[in-house]
Structures are given as C-alpha cells and as structure tokens.
C-alpha cells in the first residue's frame, strides 16, 4: 500500500493537470509514432519502431506513477494548523546566527518544492531542524558546510 502524500491545492492541482497533458496530448503523440513507424516494414529491424515502443513504456510508467501519487494524495487544510509553531506550509524568516543573514522560507511537501521561489521542502535538513519551534527559538542544523545556527524571527502563512 502506498502512502498518503500532502499536497496544497494549487500543487494538487498541477499533478492534475500533468497527467491530463500526458493522457491527452502525450500518449496519442507516440502512438502516432508507433503507427508511422510500423507502416515503414519490418519490426524485428526497424530502430524508429524500438524507440517509439520504449518511449510508449517511459510515458505509461509515468501516467501510472501520477495517478498512484492522486490516489493517495490529500489536501492540507491550513485552517486547522498551529499558528505559533514551524509547520508544513509555514512560511519562515530566520536569520543565520553567525553571519546575520535573513532567509524566508515557506515549507512545502516534496513535490511543490522550488528554491527559486523560497519553497523549500519539508524533509530537507533545513526544515527538518526547524519543524516544531517557535519565533524566537533556535535551532542548530547539521548541513554539508557544517552545523549552522538559525534564530526564527517570524512564522506566518
């Protein structure tokens, strides 16, 4: 059995809309391939007939791995969560104790992750460390460079 995952809406929404283009759009695509190059003879030499069959596996693989990843997912509902501590889907200003540095971060699950956008995910190490502490808290985190101390300044959602 496989397990829940989380998701926000709007991340929800985006595998959603992942498998309908792969559904849609994809799969007929190689199957138009597969097609064409059946209709060129001979299949036990025909390399275009391989690559398009091997492609028509990665695809299918990939539709069922998203909608096994829908069947289990469930939405977080933020109404119900603790305002005061480091939570999923809390977003983080903390300031790096050595060096006074500020960093926002909002943790999210694994899947809605993007550092371009200071969407960390939630089983980082620097989340991990800070999950469960509230503003004012430290929390001293073991990353590649070594340990690092953070002081959270604020949480909001």
């Known amino acids: 059995m496989s397990e829940t995952k989380y998701f926000t809406q709007e991340g929800l929404q985006k595998l959603k809309d992942e498998l309908e283009e792969l559904v849609s759009k994809e799969r007929p695509k190689i199957s138009q391939m597969i097609a064409e190059a059946r209709d060129k003879g001979d299949l036990s030499e025909n390399a275009e007939y391989d690559a398009a069959k091997d492609a028509q596996g990665m695809l299918e693989l990939k539709i069922s791995q998203l909608q096994n990843l829908l069947i289990n997912a469930r939405i977080i509902d933020e109404s119900k969560m ?66 690092m101390t953070f002081e959270i300044i604020e949480i909001s959602r």
Not at 125 to 142: C, E, F, N, Q, R
């Open 82 to 147: 603790d305002l005061t501590k480091v939570l999923l889907l809390s977003k983080v200003k903390i300031k790096n104790v050595a060096n006074g540095s500020i960093l926002c971060y909002t943790l999210v699950p694994e899947k809605e992750a993007d550092l371009k956008n200071g969407k960390i995910s939630v089983n980082s190490p620097i989340s991990k460390g800070l999950l469960g502490k509230s503003v004012g808290d430290h929390a001293t985190i073991a990353v590649p460079a070594g340990n």
